[in-house]
T-cell receptor, first 113, second 111 residues
Framework: NAGVTQTPKFQVLKTGQSMTLQCAQD?????MSWYRQDPGMGLRLIHY???????DQGEVPNGYNVSRSTTEDFPLRLLSAAPSQTSVYFC????????????FGEGSWLTVV | DAKTTQPPSMDCAEGRAANLPCNHS???????VYWYRQIHSQGPQYIIH???NNETNEMASLIITEDRKSSTLILPHATLRDTAVYYC????????????FGPGTRLSVLP
């Protein structure tokens, strides 16, 4: 049971480049989400999905796109990378309902130069 | 959305109980309180959660006040490996699908 798997773990981008952070879960979870964490701060929600084909914006969605074509995968796309997007990105998943545990991936470290 | 307030840092002697407080005075009746911890910048690790009753598992105990405006996470016998940032989080959203994180409490367990 792999849980929540994120790739890549580390990435360096140049300003203006685009890329996709991959997230996959093998627990048949309906809910998936992406958070970012800046130094010394808690995690902030970027986008989330409550099921295949359904996505919505979180607290800090600008500069990011998501799609959910399957239950297992929830990729995060950076359209035109900016230095302000330098951060650690975490993917998370859970079953529906407020009493179900949310599981986090190990993170993807992104540096934009 | 409910928000939480935690002290920025705490120290605890190894082997003693660590009691981490959290205020969530605006919590709604159906919002759960979750505790996670993060060691360095690894992915947040689930510890425990509850709605209104006290909860205990193999890692910790969660004490929620009767009015649900605050809670305390108890690590009964802290070890050096418990040094981490601890987040008290209220699960929000129409279906409780999201977390609102604060800056957390940095717990240092001292030898």
């Amino acid at each position: 049971n792999a849980g929540v798997t994120q790739t890549p773990k580390f990435q360096v981008l140049k300003t203006g480049q685009s890329m996709t952070l991959q997230c996959a879960q093998d627990m048949n979870h309906e809910y998936m989400s992406w958070y970012r964490q800046d130094p010394g701060m808690g995690l902030r929600l970027i986008h989330y999905s409550v099921g295949a084909g359904i996505t919505d914006q979180g607290e800090v969605p600008n500069g990011y796109n998501v799609s959910r074509s399957t239950t297992e995968d929830f990729p995060l796309r950076l359209l035109s990378a900016a230095p302000s997007q330098t951060s650690v990105y975490f993917c998370a998943s859970s079953h529906g309902g407020p009493g179900n545990t949310i599981y986090f991936g190990e993170g993807s470290w992104l540096t934009v130069v | 959305d409910a928000k939480t307030t935690q002290p920025p840092s705490m120290d605890c002697a190894e082997g003693r109980a660590a009691n981490l407080p959290c205020n969530h005075s605006t919590i709604s009746g159906n919002e759960y309180v979750y505790w996670y911890r993060q060691i360095h910048s690894q992915g947040p690790q689930y510890i425990i959660h509850g709605l209104k009753n006290n909860e205990t598992n193999e890692m910790a105990s969660l004490i929620i006040t009767e009015d649900r405006k605050s809670s305390t996470l108890i690590l009964p016998h802290a070890t050096l490996r418990d040094t981490a940032v601890y987040y008290c989080i209220v699960r929000v959203g129409e279906n409780g699908q999201n977390f609102v994180f604060g800056p957390g409490t940095r717990l240092s367990v001292l030898p």
